[in-house]
């Protein structure tokens, strides 16, 4: 009998070794506990950034208020930056570039933090005639425009894509024809064919695990959309050095859509298209994932993204962004703390 005990009591411990372990592994235990400690200030409003670049002008401003306790915290290749941006406090994160890279962060800032709510922000290319290199947009929805299903050539609108009577994909969102921008406009059509813009799988925690459900369009949210009226009119940086100045003093724009994929736009032919197919104003590489991301998480959400180039629309013979990126940059951090200073929670 005293052999069973210890056999059962061994076996006990084997099973909680077996569990905690992958834990441990993930995040070691002192870190675990700094966590639990930085929670217990909590809630916070999450930052989410792509680059340094863009980080950097709020990072080493006045108006980001260090945590003297705990200026940072690093975790799985991540550094979250904790402190106050006028009296709110914040945890800040730098994601990389990329929708895995954006996705990844703000998930991992979601799991392991207390957040009440998303900032994004960053610079993006504009698709939109009526903005300039400047300004800063402030989009009600996001889509994910890089998930496809690529057509077979010798097929057309009219037939059913594959896998699409499974409900895995769908012709709802519309194409892209490669065939509309061949140069010699052959009659018989590109053999790149179509692709079909798709939705994004998600699995929010209030559904059903293992149910999906659809999101191509991811809305902010409505209350931050409501409260970014009141931005419009800030004053913005119009030049960057004595010689090399904006056509106007850029503005604040509430616009409809922005959109994000893994490629930098530099096109003209595609920005025209996604502006005349989808009604998209800034286009960037992060901003959906972080989107998608909090909708799953029930997150309230909202991204500011000021315009650097205009994706290849532009006459000069380089990218835009090359000049106007510290500009925009600046522009953004200036109209992001003066959203943060408008919330009241």
Known sequence: ???????????????????????????????????????????????????????????????????????????????????????????????????????????????????????????????????????????????????????????????????????????????LNFSDYDVDQKSSGSYLNSVWYQPEEVFPITGTPEVRQHAFWVQVDQNYYNLSQKLEGTNLTRCVNATTCLPRSPVVARVDKGCSANAFVDNAAYRQFLQSKFNITPIDMETAAVALVSLEFGTPFIAIRSLSDLAGGGSAQSNEAAIFSSLAAENCVTVVVKFISLLNY
């Open 1 to 175: 009998m005293k052999d069973v005990k210890i056999q059962l009591l061994l076996l006990s411990c084997l099973i909680m070794i077996i569990c905690i372990t992958p834990l441990e592994a993930a995040i070691p235990s002192g870190i675990k506990k700094t966590i639990d400690d930085v929670n217990k200030e909590g809630p916070y409003l999450g930052i989410v950034v792509p680059n340094a670049f863009e980080m950097n002008p709020l990072l080493n401003s006045s108006n980001f208020v260090v945590n003297s306790k705990l200026p940072y915290l690093d975790v799985q290749g991540r550094r979250f930056h904790l402190g106050t941006v006028k009296n709110q406090k914040v945890i800040m994160v730098m994601t990389g570039l990329s929708m895995l890279n954006s996705g990844l962060s703000t998930q991992l800032l979601l799991t392991l933090f207390e957040i009440k709510g998303i900032v994004h922000f960053g610079i993006a290319g504009n698709a939109n005639s009526n903005l300039q290199i400047g300004d800063v947009t402030i989009p009600q929805y996001w889509a994910h425009t890089g998930l496809w299903n690529w057509q077979r050539y010798g097929d057309d609108a009219q037939d059913e894509l594959a896998f699409e009577a499974f409900g895995d994909y769908t012709r709802q969102y519309g194409y």
